[in-house]
């Protein structure tokens, strides 16, 4: 029987995903991922020239389409109807997964949408059923500015569901974008309000859980990251004299940006919003209490990064406040839940401290941020929930961003070039197209710009894993460190999401180093038998691959390692483009590795015994020739009486000797065959960049 070959095996592939998602038994969410995973595959197979650009067109349509129809669908059985994430996209005219793929939907035609529409419709009917003046108005550039007590007090007077309801889906319209606040109905329903009632704190607090509980769907059903975000950066600010220091800005801040792009409709956004002006509220001293409760959903807190209100506190804001009492004189961070189990704390001479060990997607928030480049924060900064996040993480789950920042983000010990023994060329390339254009990117710029992704390859053991720990301290970029199969194992069925938000935080992490630890396994060559999940994991890769490695503005390095670099696609073979081979070390790279462990130890080994050493352990990686002196230094304990162990005093142990080497080499052997070796040295002759 013929052997199937890449391309029937896509035919297959395809026949039998295009059954499961005709045949009525999916979910609407399984639909939208296959869909999804099939317009992956198209470009996917467009960019290795499988199918022609002609054909790509006409299947990126007819599946965008069908995507799109269950992203964007309004209805709650068949769609996601989570269109606020393809809105917040294309207000921001940023890239989703791909340049290619664009949703459905335009800023025109989201007017058309059902739900819109009874937003719209809900909106003129709580307007006429307003008397009151309006006393609270929208500022697009700070957030809309209204006074605690009228948006408060819609809750209580107008206490019912469906008014509650209102009240927040028009704010949550607002945080959505002009688009639909400048609607004449939606953004009058914003500017309703009603005269001040007094409430007490319990009575703001359920009408904040209320006003929580009670968003429309249409909006409830925007993505995990996305809604909690934009709820929970929902807030007001207070003026008058009741509130000092409440400032609570209605918008996500970091909204304003992503509305920066200049339609016409924008502008007249921008320019009804700046003639808008703050109309400040009634409410007097003792009405200001809001519940922690209320203001934790507001996204509220003083300087001291407490609730502004004494009383009802949240077990978690308890737990964080009296955390924060114990380590006052760290950087201050808001509770964040934790989703990697042991988190790794490898300093990499940032000093963080218990709490500073998590560096939140927050880009900053001064205005200097030039859409990414630069947009790493503080480390040590705050993970606040109500804290604006990039928005290039919106349509990425929260909880793998925190996994991300928890497990992969490496702030391993500092590692020299020094503790680098031998591989003299490949560390000289690296710092050359590396360190030093991290480190100036000005001087680095054009034909001298440096490559993006780089490919480490060489037996095992000779220190390629050693070399990216090094790039990550030498430059100062953020380093992600990951092992391609904890992807493909360890988050089984999530490994695909989770490349995509590995990317996306590298992305607000800039400059960053993703190095790829066993890239073999996620990168080997497709073939029949071939996980379904891991194809789907390799294709996501290849895409941000290639996202970062031809965006010019991007800083990202992908860095992959692989002591198998044969199984390597040719696709991402092409994209990793400088392939350095890090072979067996030499004999002074031995030598080195030797006199480096020993002169941590008491030894006594002459010159002339150190040479016989190198000698012997030709064909020995880097990681033999640490394990030779680990066995070499149990010579003089295995020499001593069982009885002396107890007894006897360090300083008594004999020095490490020549004959406990004789011995060790009895026991430790190459790791690496004669063999094995031919097989990297022609493979470097044919891939490698070396010289
Ligand atoms: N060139 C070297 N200089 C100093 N120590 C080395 C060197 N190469 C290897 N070692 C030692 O061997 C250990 C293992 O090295 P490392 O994990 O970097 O190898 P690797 O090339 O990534 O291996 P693998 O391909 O199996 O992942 C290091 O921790 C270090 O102690
Ligand atoms: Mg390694």
Not at 337 to 360: E, I, N, T, W
Not at 434 to 452: A, E, S, Y
Not at 605 to 613: N, Q, Y
């Amino acid at each position: 029987m013929e052997a199937p070959t890449p391309s029937n095996l896509h035919l297959s592939d395809w026949q039998r995903s295009y059954f499961a998602i005709t045949s009525d038994t999916c979910t609407a969410t399984q639909k939208a991922d296959e869909y999804r995973a099939k317009i992956l595959r198209i470009q996917y197979a467009w960019a290795n020239s499988e199918i022609s650009q002609v054909c790509a067109a006409s299947l990126f349509k007819k599946y965008t389409e069908k995507y799109s129809a269950i992203i964007d669908s309004g209805n709650l059985e068949t769609g996601l109807n989570n269109y606020a994430e393809n809105i917040l996209t294309l207000a921001k005219c940023q890239q989703n997964d791909s340049d290619k793929w664009q949703s459905a939907l335009t800023t025109d035609n989201v007017f058309e949408l059902k739900c819109v529409q009874e937003r719209m419709q809900a909106g003129k009917i709580f307007q006429s059923s307003q008397m009151a003046p309006a006393d609270a108005c929208v500022r697009a550039d700070k957030g809309v500015s209204a006074s605690a007590a009228p948006a408060l007090s819609k809750f209580s007077v107008f206490g019912s569901a469906r008014e509650t309801e209102l009240s927040a889906g028009s704010a949550k319209c607002a945080s959505q974008g002009p688009d639909l606040l400048e609607h004449p109905s939606s953004s009058k329903s914003l500017q309703s309000s009603v005269p001040p009632v007094t409430k007490t704190s319990d009575t703001l607090s359920a009408a904040s859980a209320s006003l929580s509980n009670q968003v429309h769907p249409d909006f409830q059903a925007t993505p995990l990251f996305g809604s909690k975000e934009a709820t929970s950066s929902c807030s007001l600010k207070m003026s008058g004299n009741c509130c000092d220091g409440q400032n609570l800005s209605l918008f996500n801040q970091s909204a304003a940006p992503a509305w920066s792009a200049s339609s016409g409709k924008r502008k007249a956004f921008y320019g009804l919003a700046d003639e808008g002006s703050t109309v400040t509220s009634s409410l007097a001293p003792c009405q200001a209490p809001i519940s922690t409760e209320a203001s934790s959903f507001l996204g509220h807190r003083n300087r001291n990064g407490e609730s502004s209100t004494p009383g009802f506190k949240t077990a978690k804001e308890q737990l964080w406040m009296d955390q924060q009492k114990k380590s006052q004189n760290l950087p201050q961070r808001a509770p964040v839940s934790s989703y990697g189990g042991v988190k790794k704390s490898l300093g990499a001479g940032r000093s963080r401290g218990p709490f500073g060990k998590f560096v939140p997607p927050v880009p900053k928030q001064d205005g200097s941020e030039n859409g990414g480049a630069h947009c790493k924060p503080h480390a040590g900064g705050t993970t606040d929930p109500s804290l604006p996040v990039d928005e290039r993480l919106k349509t990425i789950e929260r909880k793998m961003v925190e996994l991300i920042m928890h497990e992969i983000m490496d702030h391993g010990p500092p590692v020299n070039w020094d503790d680098i023994a031998g591989v003299e060329f490949a560390k000289a390339t690296i710092k050359e197209i590396v360190v030093w254009p991290m480190l100036r990117p000005d001087i680095f710029t054009g034909l001298r710009g440096p490559p993006k992704g780089i490919l480490l390859f060489g037996p095992p053991g000779t220190g390629k894993t050693l070399i990216g720990k090094c790039i990550a301290c030498q430059s100062g970029a953020t380093f992600f460190s990951i092992s391609a199969s904890s992807l493909t194992s360890k988050w089984v069925g999530e490994g695909e999401k989770m490349v995509r938000a590995l990317f996306a935080v590298a992305r607000c992490q800039q400059p960053a180093v993703i190095f790829i630890d066993e890239i073999d396994s996620l990168l080997s060559q497709r073939g029949e038998g071939e996980h379904e999940s891991s194809r789907r994991i390799k294709t996501e890769f290849l895409i941000q691959l290639d996202g970062a490695t031809t965006s010019s503005e991007d800083r990202i390095l992908v860095v992959g390692a692989t002591n198998r670099p044969q199984e390597i696609d040719e696709a991402a073979r092409r994209r990793l483009v400088k392939r350095l081979y890090i072979p067996l070390p030499e004999a002074s790279a031995r030598k080195q590795i030797v006199t480096r462990l020993m002169s941590k130890e008491h030894c006594s080994l002459k010159e002339e015994e150190l040479e016989l050493i190198v000698k012997k352990s030709d064909g020995f990686s880097g990681a033999d020739m640490t394990q030779l002196c680990r066995e070499a230094s149990l010579g003089p304990i295995r020499s001593l009486q069982s009885m002396d162990i107890a007894t006897i005093m360090p300083e008594q142990v004999r020095p490490i000797a020549f004959l406990d080497f004789e011995s060790a080499f009895r026991t430790v052997r190459p790791s690496v065959s004669s063999k094995d070796l031919e097989l990297y040295e022609t493979w470097n002759q044919t891939f490698g960049c070396g010289r």
